[in-house]
């Protein structure tokens, strides 16, 4: 593996009174892709958004443990200045864009915490409207009018325009059409081809672990498996479990 740019030591959380992560461990490398699979309930999404640092009640509460970056906490740091400081973005399940927003007004609330020069945003632009041609031929339109496919672009576009290095999705495909769904996965590919570090949940395990260079497999907020995806792939109860075998 590659120098850790993320380390989750040892990470408990919980929501109220109830615990949904038990003590879990793991990393991403800079450059890598990691993916972390599960059934729904599993703590897959607890676990980026306490990555995120979002605050209670959107996310969990950390009470033991550690999340560092490059080797330092970052517990109680700001969601404002994980984005800003750390180039960390999250792309959230449910996408979570401004429908009574243009798709150009969502993409350039994503810069204003930027501290780089217009011309690095304006190159952001290109580059995103380059990797999603529909949103250029759209920019003008209302999110919400967008189909779910467009909004999903839009989302991995204003996480990209935050001008973020690292790229955390929780279920990119969700209610995506099969063709749809790859176009999007080739994207993602393309990007960590260029050196953006993805860290991915995604509802389709099959597709995740061939995507991906390692997985972690997390079972009631546990981690009970790991290692490379093909490794993965071929580990009996994992195929049992998740992939269909």
């Known amino acids: 593996m590659t120098t850790p740019l993320i380390e989750v030591e040892n990470l408990y959380v919980k929501y109220g009174n109830i615990e949904a992560l038990h003590g879990i ?57 994980i984005v800003s400081d750390l180039h960390l973005a999250l792309v959230p399940e449910g996408r979570h864009i401004f429908g009574n927003l243009t798709v150009e007004e969502n993409l350039k609330l994503a810069t204003y915490a930027r501290k ?55 279920e990119p495909s969700m209610g995506l059409a099969p063709l749809l769904m790859y176009d999007m996965f080739r994207t993602l590919k393309e990007l960590n081809k260029e050196g953006m570090t993805i860290l991915l949940i995604e509802q389709n395990a099959n597709l995740a672990l061939k995507f991906a260079h390692r997985g972690y497999v997390i079972d009631t907020g546990e981690i009970v498996a790991q290692g490379p995806c093909d490794q993965l792939r071929e580990d009996p109860e994992v195929k049992k479990a998740y992939l269909g075998g």
Request: glycine share 10%.
């Open 25 to 81: 461990d793991f990393s991403v490398g800079e450059g890598e892709i990691v993916t972390l699979i599960g059934a729904n309930g599993a703590g897959k999404s607890t676990t980026l958004m306490s990555i995120a640092q979002l605050p209670p009640p959107e996310a969990p509460k950390i009470f033991k443990g550690d999340i560092k970056f490059k080797g330092k906490s970052i517990l109680g740091m700001a969601p404002d200045k």
């Open 116 to 170: 780089d020069s217009q011309a690095d945003i304006d190159r952001d632009y290109k580059r995103v409207y380059s990797l999603f041609s529909r949103l250029d031929e759209r920019k003008k339109q209302r999110s919400e009018s967008l189909s779910g496919g467009e909004q999903q672009m839009l989302a991995v576009g204003r996480a990209l325009m935050s001008g973020c290095k690292i790229i955390m999705l929780d």
